[in-house]
């Protein structure tokens, strides 16, 4: 069982920036492949970024082609955490994102992660 709590949305404006974390509990956090989707109001969850388990060195990475050269993804095995570095943020950023877990292998399918975080909002004002 694994246990997520995200941190770190806000209101910020065009242009800005924002870190996004995501504690992870338990012992086996370096053998999941981290995700994170947002959910914008009317819309369907989407993809946004994932890495992949690591034991020591970098995890692989992917992105949503939207959020591409403006988002970076990393994790701190030893912290349980992953984070999202959000730059040059746009209105239609705006969305609650959430982080996701799962023990199988990079994905952008947001049905094949197992856990989830309740979310945090992040609003772009332009």
């Known amino acids: 069982q694994v246990q997520l709590v995200e941190s770190g949305g806000g209101l910020v404006q065009t242009g800005g920036s924002l870190r996004l974390s995501c504690a992870a509990s338990?012992?086996?956090?370096?053998?999941?492949?981290m995700g994170w989707f947002r959910q914008a109001p009317g819309k369907e969850r989407e993809f946004v970024a994932a890495i992949s388990q690591s034991d020591g060195s970098d995890g692989s990475t992917d992105y949503a082609d939207s959020v591409k050269g403006r988002f970076t993804i990393s994790r701190d095995n030893a912290k349980n955490t992953v984070y999202l570095q959000m730059d040059t943020l746009k209105p239609e950023d705006t969305a609650v994102y959430y982080c996701?877990?799962?023990?199988?292998?990079?994905?952008?399918?947001?049905?094949?992660?197992?856990?989830w975080g309740q979310g945090t909002q992040v609003t772009v004002s332009s």
């Open positions: 338990g012992r086996t956090f370096s053998r999941h492949t």
């Open positions: 996701a877990a799962r023990t199988g292998l990079l994905t952008a399918r947001f049905y094949l992660y197992t856990y």
